[in-house]
């Protein structure tokens, strides 16, 4: 699943996608992203340079959300899901907005370096 590059707004990940590809919002401009528990794995990448993100709702079902997946974005705050078993080195790094991550459950396995 990719999102088209020029779309900008808020963005609903259609319910039954089950994986973001690496790099499938690379630097685009939506502002607010619902992703659905259909979705098991979020890519490499996949939102890192999105300035505009602010807000993120993750659905409870994701288990892996890969290296840099939302680094350099506007992300302020979020919440990861019990299902998320594993998370990729530098996932929220460079967010300089974020201020808070909140875990429902166990911690999930992490990268290093998750939010430098």
């Known amino acids: ?8 707004g808020p963005y609903v990940i259609p319910e039954g996608t089950v994986a973001i590809n690496a790099r499938a ?9 619902t992703i659905p528990g259909s979705v098991k794995t ?6 890192t340079d999105c300035r505009k ?3 993120v709702s993750l ?12 680094s350099r974005s506007g ?11 594993k998370m990729g080195g530098e996932t ?5 907005s974020l201020s808070k991550i909140i875990f429902l459950g166990l911690p999930p396995e992490v990268g290093s370096g998750v939010a430098q």
């Open 1 to 8: 699943m990719a999102i088209a590059l020029g779309y900008e």
């Open 25 to 33: 919002c690379y630097g685009g401009k939506i502002t607010s992203l």
């Open 42 to 47: 979020i890519g490499n990448y996949a939102f």
């Open 53 to 55: 993100l602010k807000t």
């Open 59 to 70: 659905g409870d079902g994701i288990e892996e959300i890969k290296l840099r997946a939302f």
């Open 75 to 85: 992300i302020t705050e979020i919440t990861i899901p019990a299902s998320v078993k």
């Open 92 to 96: 929220f790094s460079g967010c300089t």
